[in-house]
């Protein structure tokens, strides 16, 4: 069975760091280009960074870039996303998502996980 499960989020406060963890189960994540997005309460589901299959090359919104960081463990089959520099309207639940190719639409994914609440208050 093709499972994602998200870890690592909480609360923290402005100008704080998260670093969130994307587990994957019954694949593998090398195979897949792999997306966070975020949706945050009435807002819509945005792509938030988008890490390629095979040559890694990783997509950032505009609204996160030079905060957050998106990498790979291959062999713990683990995709990760750090960020630093956390605002409130960074808040939101966090998904990770797998697709065949990179893309910030989350219609085009196919394996979703459960989400990871981030709260960024003070």
């Known amino acids: 069975q093709l499972q994602l499960v998200e870890s690592g989020g909480g609360l923290v406060r402005p100008g704080g760091s998260l670093r969130l963890s994307c587990a994957a189960s019954g694949f593998t994540l090398d195979y897949y280009a792999i997306g966070w997005f975020r949706q945050a309460p009435g807002k819509e589901r945005e792509g938030v960074s988008c890490r390629s299959s095979g040559d890694g090359i990783t997509y950032y919104a505009d609204s996160v870039k030079g905060r957050f960081t998106m990498s790979r463990d291959n062999a713990k089959n683990t995709v990760y996303l750090q960020m630093n520099s956390l605002k409130p309207e960074d808040a939101a639940v966090y998904y990770c998502?797998?697709?065949?190719?990179?893309?910030?639409?989350?219609?085009?994914?196919?394996?979703w996980g459960q989400g990871t609440q981030v709260t960024v208050s003070s």
């Open positions: 998502a797998a697709a065949a190719i990179c893309t910030f639409e989350p219609k085009r994914y196919k394996y």
